[in-house]
């Protein structure tokens, strides 16, 4: 499996003109999941934490254009770090804003986590999730189409952030105060 690591996620980020609030905001969720995988790799030993960092690092890598062009930018995003020669983190990637499968059932995988943490981040902050889906369906959610995602999304992510903690040994209100307590998930 080839992973970007640090280096490459950012030569990837300058090459494709990414906005600095969509790099800080991809900064944070990197640090949200890496503080979770860290978590869950002592229930889960078969999480790739340098995968989960790297798609998190990336998961918005053609969002800026696609505000030009309208394209779904998980699927593009997800084409192109693939396309790249990173199938795996491009996988992860395209499911960031939903995912393949929801399931309650173990184990957590780095899509959830990504998925989960790209959710919890609003702009560069750490925010509740529901403080985070107020503002994406104030956003987004713009006819009936996007009203029955929305409520797709928020109920299956309301599922998914059950199952991560139930792993873990703290609460989802302790995300901002951990994150902000520690730079050391962005090594």
């Known amino acids: 499996m080839q992973i970007p690591d640090k280096k490459e996620c950012l030569n990837i980020?300058?090459?494709?003109?990414?906005?600095?609030?969509?790099i800080r905001h991809s900064m944070m969720?990197?640090?949200?999941?890496g503080l979770l995988c860290s978590n869950l790799i002592?229930?889960?030993?078969?999480?790739?934490?340098?995968?989960?960092?790297?798609?998190?690092?990336?998961?918005?890598?053609?969002?800026?254009?696609?505000?030009?062009?309208?394209?779904?930018?998980?699927?593009?995003?997800g084409k192109l770090i693939d396309e790249l020669g990173f199938p795996e983190t491009g996988d992860i990637i395209r499911q960031h804003v939903f995912l393949d499968?929801?399931?309650?059932?173990?184990?957590?995988?780095?899509?959830?986590?990504?998925n989960y943490s790209d959710k919890r981040v609003l702009h560069d902050k750490v925010a509740s999730l529901d403080e985070r889906l107020d503002y994406i369906y104030k956003k987004y959610v713009t006819n009936?189409?996007?009203?029955?995602?929305?409520?797709?999304?928020?109920k299956n992510t309301?599922?998914?952030e059950k199952?991560?903690?139930?792993?873990?040994?703290?609460?989802p209100d302790d995300l901002q105060k951990m994150i902000l307590s520690s730079d050391s998930y962005f090594d």
Do not use: W
């Not at 790297?54 to 930018?73: V, Y």
């Not at 499968?101 to 990504?114: F, G, K, L």
């Not at 903690?165 to 609460?171: A, N, P, V």
């Open 101 to 114: 499968d929801y399931n309650d059932t173990p184990p957590v995988t780095e899509a959830e986590i990504i």
């Open 29 to 33: 969720v990197r640090n949200v999941a």
């Open 42 to 77: 002592k229930t889960f030993p078969g999480l790739n934490l340098e995968l989960a960092k790297s798609a998190a690092l990336l998961h918005d890598i053609t969002k800026t254009q696609s505000f030009k062009t309208g394209e779904k930018h998980s699927e593009t995003g």
């Open 163 to 171: 199952k991560i903690f139930t792993y873990l040994d703290f609460e």
């Open 158 to 160: 309301g599922m998914l």
């Open 144 to 154: 009936k189409e996007f009203i029955k995602r929305f409520d797709f999304m928020k």
């Open 13 to 22: 980020i300058n090459n494709n003109n990414m906005m600095e609030h969509i």
